[in-house]
């Protein structure tokens, strides 16, 4: 797709430049008194655990921002195939991969060894995160990514919009009432900023808050929680431009790095024509704000032509641009609850995003790890209030992203000293200063961190298991599913099986069978079946409500080898009858592909077959032999709770 010939305009990509207008803001309207789940911010963090609490129509949720309306340009650019997963997830992925700028190559400048205050490409490589996933990392504005969430929430069935203009200004826990589950022990005041708001103060009562309010977040000030790190003592300079060059790299992703004015990265964007540099400025004193940094976007300009010599950059529009000088900081803890406390204690209120971890914006991981934040939390805090997991299980939000946003830091540091630091020219001294090679190497040994594709959570009970790894070795547990094609046995459609595990809180089961016929009652693939459909202690009759499908908490998926399966052959779990007519679902039964075989692509064990156990967010929480029925319906009693007659 190409956009933005004639000028940088917000909105909808899909609609031609010329009629395209800004995402709506909704009319301001009162707060509700009380709510199940209060979120305060509208970015990528925010936006998704609202999409996510958008699909339940039982849970009462409210989103507030300061701002006075949607996102319409700037900030985060790249979209990890991991996010575009995510995206598919709300099934949203299809506008994403359309309108995304592709990356598909890096290259590298240094300076010219014989007339040094010139650049010289030294190196052209493939982007390694290609083949990583079924989607491919792009670009793609902020904005446009937070217009699919608003639209998904808004098209859910809880109709979910932001109430904008409102500046938190107290938030408290009662906390006596914190382990009663049906309390709501949080008190937000807000205080409206709009024009006609008279600075009027609303409060809000909620059981659970989620913090995404950013870098300089008032709910983590509210509870107490300290950012702990390094300052930044380096300015940079962001620009989102259109312009003319004879820059032969302009629509790559491009480090370059000068003998004495600093670096720039570029980064093509979305449409064709846009480009965003960042460009490394001046070093400055430690913990001063990048407002108080006193420049504009013409010395921003200038400082990048004299990087890119002898190259020029007639620049005709500057669409968005800002400073930043972001230290690598970690919050201490990502809930109200004190440090080391037990997980019987229940988290009310927590902080995701830029609210837990700041960064700079150079590896392209501060969307891709804000977004996944309250996509892990969503699912949990949903179960909870349904009444379908124990408390215990929010605690487990803070253990697996923690960890995420400390890798996330450790990375972060070592990429901008590459960046920022001077390349070797000449006879300088090897200690101080770096070849572009080494930033190459670093993108190449840390390319499944940025994707998103080996973020894995370490073992718990929500991650477990180990001991069957080797039934399916390229299935990692703790990881997310990673998906690959099967043929569907009703009708021959060919179907990611990763696209099955969307965000409506089911876990998933996908039973792969071993060698044995699975139309014969005695192989363990049927005995399995029959487990699950019929008997007492089977996770999916105990955690389903009596006049609920039987997939409505834990949806199952068979894929065989055989490829000559009758669907009336196979145990009717597996073509259950579902809703008020009893129709049959005929989409839950696969078989391998030739030449694309999920056996051999992920190492399940074709005489054995196993079960892999997935997440409501992706990720894989066990694998199971198919004759294990107690350890599956163990697995699952750690943490959900039993279904309750209807009456």
Not at 78 to 88: A, F, N, V
Not at 441 to 447: D, G, L, P, T
Request: proline share 4%; glycine share 8%.
């Amino acid at each position: 797709m190409q956009f933005h010939l004639n000028g940088f305009k917000p909105g909808n990509y899909q609609i031609p430049d010329a009629a395209r207008k800004a995402y709506p803001t909704p009319p301001i309207e009162d707060l509700p008194t009380e709510v199940d789940v209060l979120i305060v911010g509208t970015g990528p963090a925010g936006l998704t655990m609202a999409r996510q609490m958008s699909e339940f129509g039982d849970i009462n949720t409210c989103i507030v921002d300061m701002a006075d309306g949607p996102l319409l340009f700037g900030r985060a650019d790249g979209i990890s195939c991991r996010t575009i997963e995510i995206m598919e997830a709300f099934n949203s992925s299809e506008m994403v991969e359309k309108e995304t700028y592709k990356l598909m190559q890096n290259t590298f400048w240094e300076p010219d060894a014989e007339n040094p205050q010139n650049i010289k490409r030294t190196h052209k490589i493939t982007d390694a995160r290609l083949g990583m996933s079924e989607f491919t990392h792009g670009i793609v504005n902020q904005a446009r990514l937070h217009e699919l969430l608003l639209d998904g929430m808004a098209n859910a069935v809880t109709n979910l919009r932001p109430h904008y203009s409102r500046e938190l200004v107290d938030l408290v826990i009662d906390e006596s009432l914190t382990q009663d589950l049906d309390a709501h022990p949080i008190t937000a005041m807000f205080k409206r900023v709009d024009d006609a708001g008279s600075d009027k103060i609303e409060t809000v009562k909620a059981r659970f808050a989620v913090g995404a309010d950013g870098g300089r977040s008032r709910v983590r000030k509210a509870l107490g929680i300290t950012l702990e790190g390094d300052s930044a003592d380096k300015a940079w300079g962001v620009m989102d431009i259109l312009l003319n060059t004879d820059f032969p790299d302009i629509r790559v992703k491009s480090f370059i790095q000068s003998k004495d004015h600093g670096a720039v990265m570029t980064i093509p964007r979305e449409g064709g024509y846009l480009i965003r540099f960042y460009v490394e400025l001046d070093q400055i004193e430690k913990d001063t704000r990048a407002a108080d940094i006193q420049l504009t976007e013409h010395d921003i300009i200038a400082k990048a032509q004299k990087i890119f010599h002898p190259y020029t950059l007639d620049v005709k529009e500057v669409a968005w641009w800002s400073k930043y000088s972001v230290g690598q900081r970690l919050a201490n803890r990502f809930d109200n609850r004190a440090v080391d406390s037990s997980d019987e204690i229940i988290p009310r209120a927590f902080v995701a995003g830029d609210a837990c971890h700041t960064h700079s914006p150079k590896g392209g991981w501060g969307l891709n790890t804000s977004l996944p934040d309250t996509f892990n939390l969503g699912w949990k805090m949903a179960a909870v209030l349904q009444g379908k997991s124990k408390a215990s299980l929010l605690a487990t939000y803070s253990t697996e992203r923690r960890k995420v946003a400390n890798q996330l830091i450790n990375a972060d540091k070592e990429l901008s000293i590459l960046v920022a630091t001077r390349p070797v020219t000449g006879g300088a001294s090897q200690d101080a200063q770096v070849d572009t090679a080494k930033i190459a190497a670093f993108m190449k040994r840390q390319s499944g961190f940025v994707s998103g594709t080996s973020i894995e959570y370490f073992p718990s009970y929500i991650c477990t298991g180990q001991g069957n790894q080797h039934l399916a070795t390229g299935y990692k547990i703790g990881q997310r599913f990673h998906s690959v094609k099967a043929t569907r046995v009703a009708d021959g459609a060919h179907q990611h099986l990763g696209h099955l595990v969307k965000a409506d809180g089911r876990w998933r089961m996908f039973v792969f069978g071993g060698a044995q016929d699975p139309t014969q009652t005695s192989s363990d693939t049927y005995q399995l079946i029959n487990f699950l459909a019929n008997d007492p202690t089977s996770p999916v009759r105990k955690y389903t409500q009596d006049n609920s499908d039987l997939d409505a908490i834990i949806d199952t998926y068979a894929i065989f080898q055989q490829q000559d399966l009758s669907m009336h052959d196979l145990h009717d779990f597996l073509w259950p009858a579902k809703g008020k007519y009893g129709l049959r679902d005929y989409e839950k039964v696969f078989h391998t592909q030739d030449g694309n075989d999920v056996y051999d692509l992920r190492g399940i064990d074709r005489n054995s077959g196993c079960v892999v156990i997935v997440r409501p967010d992706q990720h894989i929480a066990a694998i199971m032999p198919t004759a294990a029925h107690a350890e599956i319906s163990e697995f699952f009693d750690r943490f959900m709770v039993r279904n309750v007659p209807q009456t």
